[in-house]
């Protein structure tokens, strides 16, 4: 359970739902309590319920128990198949059923005595296979509500009884009683049975209810796999000894080893050792990352390399890997709008359709047809007014479509957003850290006349190696020479004594003169934007180094991939127009907003929507934040600040920009999904219900293909797992 300041947010587990009527019904009884807001979720079968903080939740509990249903605090280290005793109840049922539809298909293998062979046969598949309908039926009626299985349970009771009657009352239990089987409704005598109605109905929709777990549960795989990625047990390092314990029992602090093959146990900073690390599983990134001592790293990531030491930064529910879950988790329990009008409409669609069955029974009575061709049309009706679909369109396609999100390092924080993408017709990017590194690196070198570059780098990076500066990093090399007399010279640069001599590393104030071919080296760099450094020593300028944060060598491919999408990109940066202008022409960026205070970001996102356009903002520093939320849809990049992934709509685990443009697609791809599934749900009843009331289904063949509508859509949204 988590709190904020008064109000309190738990997630119940919810038994007992059988369509989307029942999940209306738990959330309609929540949501009337005072101050609590609560959302039910049917693929899920979990409610999330923020309520006020004095509210016991105990209470909660009860509520949903006096409609009828179960409700507990959920376990999520359980992983229970709750397949299996569908699957019991399916395949009984299909062994005792094929026989009865057989024989009521095939008139030639219907020998005497067939009917009451087939009644007990049908039997225990309306009294035990059936059962979870009936009983869903009864506690429903108790409530005064009705649901899909109250269709279920009268429709087939009905079809059992009136057979039972004509059975024992009536003449169908004579010997040598023979009767066809009909795709529409066309039997005139009162002798009729149904039992391969009531006995196929049930099995078709077992079969249904089985597949459709099968596939919510493959639909959840994703996140269940999520959860799963941590290590379970840590050597950590106690009084330089290596003790092993369960992972959950590490705290901030904590030093602990993690061997080449291992699971790094929680996010921490790397304090002995160098390796790569395979952040694949947590971030799609496919090729290693090098780390050494200082770099941070995730938990759930492999290493892949050497022996490391961590401290540990960040346990439990703060690391990357759970925030993540939480995440998923979360936007997978929302409910997208176009789900509300599917919801409402499930909502009144089960008496909608009992009293359209009594009004087909009626109207078949009164133009004169058979009370058995006027009973087997409402109950065609019945059972094949499904609002499963209905209620599975959205949040399946959602448990997917999140779900391979997260397994390529795309967050995607609710259903609302996927709808922004739709919209959105302009992308603002801010330029450091998202279109280039962050990070200065060493771009150009001119040399003086008679000057040799393998020496001028060598001893200018020796004498870096003593700086902290961020240029001083771009250019520093490791074991390059042996340097004394170290000092930095503030705001200009540094001076030391490299192998005897003396040089010198900074601005050009720090030289009486440059020669002419450097003078003019260092004025181009300077109309580039970028930072010139002038090397030299003995006295002398030897050569100009040419400094500047580089282009991601995968930005000009997403700005391609945004294009392809139908954006119009926007470069937003506070650097000078002329490095804006370089950046943008290196990643094919036409249209460029420079030298923009942090302040100012927001201004220039409200310009833009003011212009028409709908917005979204792809950042990842802390100034980005207030942009990020102003605009339409605000993708973070997972390598910035907490600040600013909080503040997007979209968070991205790892910093390649084409990731953006992924998250787009899939975001797309997952909202043409639901629409697709409810466009076919819809269709479903508008064009089936009108077939069952004029006697064109055979109430069997109705069972079939409300059982299928509900599969389609589950099957249609597990499409979704191959997105690439």
Same mark, same amino acid.
């Given at each position: 359970?988590?709190?904020?300041?008064?109000?309190?947010?738990?997630?119940?587990?919810?038994?007992?739902?059988?369509?989307?009527?029942?999940?209306?019904?738990?959330?309609?009884?929540?949501?009337?309590?005072?101050?609590?807001? &609560?959302?039910?979720?049917?693929?899920?079968?979990?409610?999330?319920?923020?309520?006020? &903080?004095?509210?016991?939740?105990?209470?909660?509990?009860?509520?949903?128990?006096?409609?009828?249903?179960?409700?507990?605090?959920?376990?999520?280290?359980?992983?229970?198949?709750?397949?299996?005793?569908?699957?019991?109840?399916? !395949?009984?049922?299909?062994?005792?059923?094929?026989?009865? !539809?057989?024989?009521?298909?095939?008139?030639?293998?219907?020998?005497?005595?067939?009917?009451?062979?087939?009644?007990?046969?049908?039997?225990?598949?309306?009294?035990?296979?059936?059962?979870?309908?009936?009983?869903?039926?009864?506690?429903?009626?108790?409530?005064?509500?009705?649901?899909?299985?109250?269709?279920?349970?009268?429709?087939?009771?009905?079809?059992?009884?009136?057979?039972?009657?004509?059975?024992?009352?009536?003449?169908?239990?004579?010997?040598?009683?023979?009767?066809?089987?009909?795709?529409?409704?066309?039997?005139?005598?009162?002798?009729?049975?149904?039992?391969?109605?009531?006995?196929?109905?049930?099995?078709?929709?077992?079969?249904?209810?089985?597949?459709?777990?099968?596939?919510?549960?493959?639909?959840?795989?994703?996140?269940?796999?999520?959860?799963?990625?941590?290590?379970?047990?840590?050597?950590?390092?106690?009084?330089?000894?290596?003790?092993?314990?369960? #992972?959950?029992?590490?705290? !901030?602090?904590?030093?602990?080893?993690?061997?080449?093959?291992? @699971?790094?146990?929680? +996010?921490?900073?790397?304090?002995?050792? #160098?390796?790569?690390?395979?952040?694949?599983?947590?971030?799609?990134?496919?090729?290693?990352?090098?780390? #050494?001592?200082?770099?941070?790293?995730?938990?759930?990531?492999?290493?892949?390399?050497?022996?490391?030491?961590?401290?540990?930064?960040?346990?439990?529910?703060?690391?990357?890997?759970?925030?993540?879950?939480?995440?998923?988790?979360? &936007?997978?329990?929302?409910?997208?709008?176009?789900?509300?009008?599917?919801?409402?409409?499930?909502?009144?669609?089960?008496?909608?359709?009992?009293?359209?069955?009594?009004?087909?029974?009626?109207?078949?009575?009164?133009?004169?047809?058979?009370?058995?061709?006027?009973?087997?049309?409402?109950?065609? !009706?019945?059972?094949?007014?499904?609002?499963?679909?209905?209620?599975?369109?959205?949040?399946?396609?959602?448990?997917?479509?999140?779900?391979?999100?997260?397994?390529?390092?795309?967050?995607?924080?609710?259903?609302?957003?996927?709808?922004?993408?739709? =919209?959105?017709?302009?992308?603002?990017?801010?330029?450091?850290?998202?279109?280039?590194?962050?990070?200065?690196?060493?771009?150009?070198?001119?040399?003086?006349?008679?000057? +040799?570059?393998?020496?001028?780098?060598?001893?200018?990076?020796?004498?870096?190696?003593?700086?902290?500066?961020?240029?001083?990093?771009?250019?520093?090399?490791?074991?390059?020479?042996?340097?004394?007399?170290?000092?930095?010279?503030?705001?200009?640069?540094?001076?030391?004594?490299?192998?005897?001599?003396?040089?010198?590393?900074?601005?050009?104030?720090?030289? +009486?003169?440059?020669?002419?071919?450097?003078?003019?080296?260092?004025?181009?760099?300077?109309?580039?934007?970028?930072?010139?450094?002038?090397?030299?020593?003995?006295?002398?300028?030897?050569?100009?180094?040419?400094?500047?944060?580089?282009?991601?060598?995968?930005? &000009?491919?997403?700005?391609?991939?945004?294009? #392809?999408?139908?954006?119009?990109?926007?470069?937003?940066?506070?650097?000078?127009?002329?490095?804006?202008?370089?950046?943008?022409?290196?990643?094919?960026?036409?249209?460029?907003?420079?030298?923009?205070?942090?302040?100012? @970001?927001?201004?220039?996102? @409200?310009?833009?929507?003011?212009?028409? =356009?709908?917005?979204?903002?792809?950042?990842?520093?802390?100034?980005?934040?207030?942009?990020?939320?102003?605009?339409?849809?605000?993708?973070?990049?997972?390598?910035?600040?907490?600040?600013?992934?909080?503040?997007?709509?979209?968070?991205?685990?790892?910093?390649?920009?084409?990731?953006?443009?992924?998250?787009?697609?899939?975001?797309?791809?997952?909202?043409?999904?639901?629409?697709?599934?409810?466009?076919?749900?819809?269709?479903?009843?508008?064009?089936?219900?009108?077939?069952?009331?004029?006697?064109?289904?055979?109430?069997?063949?109705?069972?079939?293909?409300?059982?299928?509508?509900?599969?389609?859509?589950?099957?249609?949204?597990?499409?979704?797992?191959?997105?690439?």
């Amino acid at each position: 359970m988590t709190a904020t300041a008064d109000r309190d947010r738990l997630e119940l587990a919810i038994g007992g739902m059988t369509c989307a009527s029942c999940a209306m019904r738990v959330e309609k009884k929540l949501n009337k309590l005072d101050g609590v807001t &609560a959302t039910v979720n049917y693929a899920t079968e979990k409610a999330n319920v923020t309520f006020p &903080a004095g509210v016991d939740p105990q209470r909660l509990v009860e509520t949903v128990e006096a409609a009828g249903y179960t409700a507990a605090l959920p376990q999520p280290e359980r992983d229970e198949d709750l397949t299996r005793p569908l699957r019991r109840r399916l !395949v009984v049922s299909a062994v005792l059923a094929v026989p009865v !539809v057989v024989l009521a298909m095939v008139p030639a293998w219907q020998f005497d005595y067939w009917q009451w062979v087939s009644l007990a046969l049908t039997t225990p598949v309306i009294a035990w296979a059936a059962w979870p309908f009936h009983k869903a039926a009864w506690t429903n009626l108790r409530h005064g509500a009705a649901t899909m299985d109250t269709l279920i349970s009268v429709g087939t009771l009905a079809a059992f009884l009136w057979s039972l009657y004509a059975l024992v009352l009536g003449n169908a239990g004579m010997i040598g009683m023979r009767h066809p089987f009909e795709l529409t409704i066309e039997r005139s005598t009162g002798d009729a049975i149904y039992f391969e109605v009531a006995a196929g109905v049930i099995t078709f929709l077992l079969a249904g209810r089985y597949f459709e777990a099968r596939s919510k549960r493959r639909a959840g795989a994703a996140l269940r796999a999520l959860l799963e990625l941590g290590a379970k047990d840590v050597a950590v390092l106690r009084d330089g000894a290596e003790v092993r314990i369960p #992972a959950d029992q590490l705290v !901030v602090g904590d030093r602990f080893v993690v061997r080449p093959g291992e @699971k790094i146990a929680t +996010d921490g900073v790397v304090e002995e050792g #160098a390796s790569a690390v395979d952040a694949s599983m947590l971030t799609g990134e496919s090729v290693p990352v090098e780390v #050494a001592p200082g770099d941070a790293v995730a938990g759930a990531t492999v290493n892949a390399g050497g022996r490391l030491v961590v401290r540990a930064t960040r346990v439990g529910k703060d690391t990357q890997l759970a925030q993540m879950a939480q995440l998923v988790e979360a &936007a997978q329990t929302g409910k997208a709008q176009v789900q509300r009008l599917a919801d409402r409409v499930a909502g009144v669609f089960v008496p909608i359709v009992l009293v359209l069955a009594l009004g087909t029974l009626a109207v078949w009575s009164i133009v004169g047809g058979s009370p058995s061709a006027a009973f087997t049309a409402g109950v065609a !009706v019945l059972i094949i007014a499904c609002p499963c679909a209905l209620g599975l369109a959205t949040p399946t396609a959602l448990l997917v479509g999140t779900g391979r999100g997260a397994q390529l390092g795309i967050l995607i924080k609710g259903p609302e957003v996927l709808e922004s993408t739709r =919209r959105i017709d302009t992308i603002v990017l801010d330029k450091t850290g998202t279109v280039t590194t962050g990070r200065m690196s060493l771009v150009g070198v001119r040399l003086a006349p008679g000057e +040799d570059r393998a020496e001028v780098l060598r001893l200018a990076g020796a004498l870096e190696r003593g700086s902290e500066h961020p240029i001083a990093k771009a250019i520093a090399t490791p074991d390059a020479g042996e340097v004394t007399e170290f000092v930095n010279v503030e705001g200009l640069g540094v001076r030391g004594s490299v192998d005897g001599r003396s040089v010198v590393v900074g601005r050009a104030a720090l030289f +009486d003169e440059l020669p002419p071919e450097l003078a003019e080296a260092k004025a181009d760099a300077e109309k580039l934007g970028r930072t010139a450094i002038v090397v030299g020593w003995d006295g002398a300028a030897r050569a100009v180094l040419e400094v500047a944060d580089t282009v991601k060598p995968t930005s &000009a491919e997403a700005i391609r991939r945004f294009t #392809a999408l139908g954006l119009r990109p926007v470069l937003l940066t506070g650097d000078n127009e002329a490095v804006a202008r370089e950046v943008a022409r290196a990643v094919g960026i036409d249209e460029v907003v420079a030298e923009v205070l942090p302040a100012g @970001k927001v201004d220039v996102v @409200k310009r833009l929507q003011d212009e028409g =356009r709908r917005v979204a903002m792809v950042g990842d520093g802390v100034n980005d934040a207030a942009a990020l939320a102003q605009a339409d849809l605000g993708l973070a990049m997972g390598t910035g600040t907490d600040v600013a992934i909080e503040a997007g709509d979209l968070a991205l685990v790892r910093g390649d920009l084409r990731v953006a443009a992924d998250a787009i697609r899939l975001s797309r791809r997952t909202l043409a999904t639901i629409k697709g599934n409810l466009w076919w749900a819809f269709a479903y009843n508008v064009a089936a219900l009108p077939l069952a009331a004029a006697g064109l289904l055979n109430p069997m063949i109705a069972g079939a293909a409300m059982a299928f509508s509900s599969v389609f859509v589950v099957s249609n949204s597990l499409r979704l797992r191959r997105f690439s």
